[in-house]
């Protein structure tokens, strides 16, 4: 029987090493598709393109969206479905050992910012954040460190003090300050200042389940990279390499 080498061809960069300003394609082992993980159309809004500068530890989804100014940092897990979106609202920085879930979505107003360290961004996040199953991340706010964000919960215009939980079904909006450490219980809307100063301190389990869930997403990367293997197709889907169709 004649064998005949199987003429799919992946397009998969394993180890993409141009920098963001070349104009050209993002860093890091991912899976490139265009549809995917792109830069972000130009518009009167957004002039100039820029491209997602990804760690080479960071796991994406091959079922996730990442357009634009995404800066992703190290040992970061993206998961299925998910949306960071920066062709609008821009830049996002997303810290390291964050996790992104299953139907998260992050996009910002256009030329709406909040300053982190005096330069500008649309959505910060900053290290060891979880963002649970279908919350809605929306530009301008920033979201501290170990902060815990609950099951389809928005947070639009505001600021997430470091440790707090943002429980399911919560809504944090209209430009407040929440401090370190609350909670913000279930069904809550917080858009008063006056709201967000009455929050109590984070209970003793949440902070315990909040922890939890952080411990079992920082597996998620490494694992996830060495079940997809550094052969993958350009919807990032393991493939034998050498393959041989008989």
Not at 226 to 241: D, T
Request: glycine share 8%; net charge positive; charged share 20%.
């Amino acid at each position: 029987m004649t064998k005949v080498r199987n003429l799919w061809k992946p397009v998969f960069m394993n180890k993409i090493r141009i920098k963001k300003s070349s104009g050209d394609l993002p860093r890091g082992p991912f899976n490139l598709f265009a549809r995917y993980i792109s830069p972000n159309p130009i518009t009167s809004f957004t002039p100039e393109q820029r491209f997602p500068n990804i760690h080479n530890t960071a796991f994406i989804s091959q079922y996730a969206s990442v357009v634009g100014d995404v800066t992703l940092s190290k040992k970061i897990y993206i998961a299925p479905n998910a949306t960071l979106r920066a062709d609008e609202g821009t830049p996002f920085y997303i810290g390291e050992n964050t996790n992104i879930q299953d139907g998260v979505v992050l996009h910002g107003l256009a030329h709406e910012y909040i300053l982190v360290d005096n330069k500008k961004y649309s959505i910060y996040l900053a290290n060891s954040v979880s963002i649970a199953h279908g919350a809605l991340i929306h530009g301008p706010c920033f979201i501290g460190e170990k902060v815990f964000v609950g099951f389809k919960s928005i947070i639009f215009n505001a600021f997430i003090g470091h440790g707090s939980v943002i429980s399911m079904d919560a809504v944090v909006t209209g430009g407040v300050k929440i401090a370190p450490n609350r909670f913000v219980p279930p069904g809550a809307h917080v858009d008063t200042q006056a709201k967000a100063d009455s929050l109590r301190r984070v209970p003793k389990d949440q902070v315990e389940f909040a922890r939890e869930v952080q411990r079992v997403n920082r597996e998620f990367p490494h694992s996830y990279h060495l079940l997809f293997g550094r052969a993958r197709c350009s919807c990032g889907v393991a493939y034998e390499k050498n393959l041989l169709l008989k």
